[in-house]
């Protein structure tokens, strides 16, 4: 796509070994939840914070953070034993499998069975599950005995960059798997396969030669008459169709007719949910005057809707909404090969992104992404989330329009220059120049963890499932030292969780005045619970990349903490992230982000989008509140990242974030009434928008449309006229693009700082009196003209040149 300039319209411019003694716990890749803000239950037993933001009284004695010493931790980290388990990091899934492979329950039932068999797995199934529960890997990235994993390959960058080696050698893996009995996908275009894999079976496959590194399976976040739609002024786009411009028998309402859109998300329908939303009318459904009306395209792992995540079917009530005669390829893609699998189906590509004609869907939308799992540069280089953005740069070389949400993430990340010093094993000072009262420098390195309304006050010891999953502790860490070109990995970083843990007295007699004392003997402070340690030394398949995740148990709360939260938890704890360079000298761009819940103390809005809405190929929305305007504060920032992860030094040339804002908290059947929220809900709105301003550019140039060929016609004349549709399509999406930049940046529409900014991108997109001059403005541009008639030259007396006619639609198109 032909990203505009970053201006204003004025110029045309446009979100857990000894388990008492430490706690092992992390997923990687969680699950994909939404990107709309949680509206969780009430966790509160006591007040929250108040108006002003201090802390509840009950912790008003907080756990110090600055300069904190770490407590020493009677166990250490798990330590690798073979080549095979040093592939699995010196985290959860390592502490997993050796807290297993000790079990004297598990070499019983296992009898004579081979390790690593089959056979061993069944007959072990309890032990390994005993033995994840130990590990305190959540549920959501278990099936059972079965660990779900991403299974990185063993390759040089050559054959990564060749997209031909890369199928065989990951399709060469995937049946090695799939032969020794286990479920595996490839991922198309990335160095990785998605597999469950028994715990008893995991060092086998991490000691298979073309194994690199094997980490806990990385999932996207899924970030009435929808009031949205109001609110975006729907109907002034709707009558855009009746242009008097027009041919009478073109004009009409816009609607979607003739259009396709393809969703991707996450679904719910194990009770049925699809079809009450049909007979309620908010859903599209199949009839016999329309039998293709809507396609349902189920996820390798499960039945369509079978994860009972409604946040995909608010997001189809809204595109519907908006656009009912459009046709739609609904995508249950909850995993990363379902997503890409599914843009090379609806762009029309195949397994290597070539195109095998017009996209079966002209636009794409998806309101879910992943946190630091690739550069953040708009780019998936050295990441497994390669295949991800190179099947969106080519279903947009294919002429489709794909939207993504900003993600939610602007009060949940952090980032900032390592702490520099020629030492390995150097901690982060999260607050640089802080001082003392004499001013002494006082370096801060533990970075807390926060809810809102709580302050550093995390809720523990869930008593419910769906608690457990709601207040996990979610952290990563990614910097600036992506496998790529001349780059390798080799730049080590461990990123830490620490708890606060409260003194360890005891009574003592004290000989000296005959009586009892209480005396300290482990004095309060922060202590290790878990920490993610992968191999960052140069070899094949790393990747700079750290994550945490903690199911927070009883024992970890503090009694600073008591009486925060109600009894559907154990009491509060209080936790934060530490990070440690361990090579010396490495100086690199850091990263933090967290999910669920947890905000950080020492937080940064700026640069905080999810992938792939970094992607220049992607329309990226933020959010705003479908009442007031306002931008939503959860709404992730631009500017994307500079080569490699790097800081970047303001917005990317051609590649400026986010594009446009629309609107959030409006109503949805799923939900209920303004309970659908997040960029999440944004980024459909803009998406059905898309649509029909599409449909719209379709009917200003439809007298350019190429004629069907003769029977008979030549391969020559059939291959001409496939590269004619295929640009055709190609300028109709990016004049469509521009269009809506138009309309973002005016009509008072540009909101926050003037111009271009990184948090409402080009402006509010709501269709304004003048919309029709905005999208005429873009279709008279010069890189347009092929999709309009060839002029007279010399021009008849009193017609006006498309250079004119765009002159005045973009003055027309300004005027408030």
Request: glycine share 10%; aromatic share 6%.
């Amino acid at each position: 796509m032909n990203k505009l300039a970053t201006k204003k319209f004025a110029v045309l411019g446009l979100t857990a070994a000894c388990a008492t003694a430490l706690l092992w716990a992390a997923q990687d890749g969680a699950p994909a939840q939404t990107l709309s803000r949680a509206n969780a239950p009430s966790l509160g037993g006591a007040p929250a914070a108040s108006a002003s933001g201090t802390a509840p009284a009950s912790s008003a004695a907080s756990a110090p953070t600055g300069g904190a010493q770490v407590r020493a931790v009677a166990a250490a980290a798990p330590v690798p034993h073979t080549p095979a388990q040093a592939k699995l990091g010196a985290g959860q899934l390592l502490q997993a499998l050796q807290s297993f492979a000790a079990d004297p329950t598990a070499r019983r039932a296992a009898g004579a069975s081979a390790p690593g068999s089959a056979a061993y797995s069944v007959a072990t199934a309890a032990a390994q599950i005993a033995a994840l529960d130990r590990a305190g890997i959540p549920a959501r990235y278990r099936d059972g005995e079965r660990v779900k994993v991403n299974v990185n390959l063993a390759l040089s960058q050559d054959t990564i960059a060749n997209a031909s080696l890369l199928d065989r050698a990951a399709t060469s893996l995937r049946e090695t798997l799939r032969g020794a009995g286990l479920q595996v996908e490839k991922i198309n275009g990335s160095p990785s396969l998605e597999a469950f894999v028994p715990l008893a079976r995991l060092e086998w496959v991490a000691g298979l030669r073309d194994v690199a590194q094997i980490s806990l399976l990385a999932m996207p976040r899924t970030a009435a008459f929808s009031d949205g739609a109001t609110a975006s002024n729907i109907d002034q786009l709707r009558a855009l169709g009746n242009y008097a411009g027009l041919d009478a028998g073109l004009r009409r309402d816009l609607k979607g007719e003739g259009l396709t859109i393809a969703v991707f998300d996450q679904f719910a329908d194990t009770a049925g949910e699809v079809k009450a939303l049909q007979d309620a009318n908010e859903w599209p459904k199949n009839s016999a005057a329309v039998a293709d009306k809507v396609t349902l395209f189920k996820p390798a792992a499960g039945a369509f809707g079978y994860t009972k995540v409604k946040h995909g079917n608010a997001v189809v009530e809204i595109v519907y909404d908006i656009a009912p005669e459009a046709k739609f390829r609904i995508y249950d893609a909850g995993q990363t090969a379902d997503w890409v699998k599914g843009i090379q189906d609806a762009a029309n590509l195949n397994a290597l992104n070539q195109p095998q004609g017009e996209p079966r869907a002209q636009v794409l939308t998806a309101s879910q992404g992943m946190s630091l799992y690739a550069p953040g540069d708009g780019t998936g280089t050295g990441s497994n989330l390669k295949g991800l953005y190179d099947a969106i740069e080519a279903a947009a070389r294919n002429g489709v329009l794909i939207l993504n949400a900003a993600g939610n993430e602007a009060q949940k990340h952090w980032d900032d220059d390592s702490t520099a010093g020629a030492v390995a094993n150097t901690l982060q000072d999260f607050v640089v120049g802080n001082r003392d009262a004499n001013g002494a420098l006082i370096a801060d390195n533990i970075n807390p963890l926060r809810i809102d309304g709580f302050g550093e006050c995390i809720p523990v010891g869930a008593v419910s499932q769906a608690d457990q999953s709601l207040i996990e502790i979610d952290v990563w860490l990614g910097w600036n030292d992506w496998t790529g070109g001349a780059n390798t990995t080799d730049a080590d970083y461990r990123l830490e969780l620490v708890r606060w843990a409260d003194a360890v007295t005891q009574r003592q007699w004290d000989w000296n005045t005959w009586s009892y004392k209480t005396v300290t003997v482990t004095p309060a402070g922060w202590v290790a619970v878990s920490q993610s340690d992968e191999a960052q030394n140069g070899g094949a398949g790393q990747q700079p990349l750290e994550r945490v995740v903690l199911n927070p148990a009883a024992n970890t709360k503090t009694t600073t903490c008591d009486g925060v939260f109600n009894n559907r938890f154990a009491g509060g704890g209080k936790f934060g992230v530490r990070i440690v360079r361990k090579s010396a000298g490495a100086s690199n761009f850091l990263r933090l982000m967290s999910g669920g819940l947890h905000s950080f103390q020492y937080g940064q809005n700026e640069r905080s989008l999810v992938h792939p809405a970094d992607s220049a190929s992607v329309i990226t929305v933020a959010a705003l509140d479908a009442a007031t305007s306002n931008l939503e504060s959860y709404s992730s920032r631009g500017p994307v990242l500079a080569a490699g992860g790097a800081r970047p030094a303001g917005q990317a040339a051609g590649n400026a974030k986010p594009d446009l804002a629309n609107f959030a908290n409006v109503d949805t059947v799923s939900y209920g009434d303004n309970q659908f929220n997040g960029t999440s809900s944004a980024t459909p709105h803009v998406a059905a928008l898309a649509l029909l301003g599409l449909q719209h550019q379709r009917q200003l140039t439809n007298a350019t449309v190429p004629a069907p060929l003769p029977a008979g016609a030549t391969q020559e004349q059939k291959d001409a006229r496939a590269a004619l549709l295929k640009q055709r399509n190609i300028d109709l999406a990016d004049a469509t693009y521009d269009s809506l930049v138009y309309v973002s940046s005016t009509g008072g529409n540009d909101l926050g700082a003037a111009g271009f900014d990184s948090s409402y991108g080009n402006g509010r997109l709501k269709f304004h009196a003048n919309s029709e001059a905005c999208f005429l403005s873009s279709i008279y541009d010069a890189k347009y003209r092929a999709l309009l008639p060839a002029q007279a030259n010399p021009l008849p007396a009193g017609q006006k040149s498309y250079d004119q006619l765009r002159t005045e639609n973009s003055a027309t198109c300004a005027t408030k």
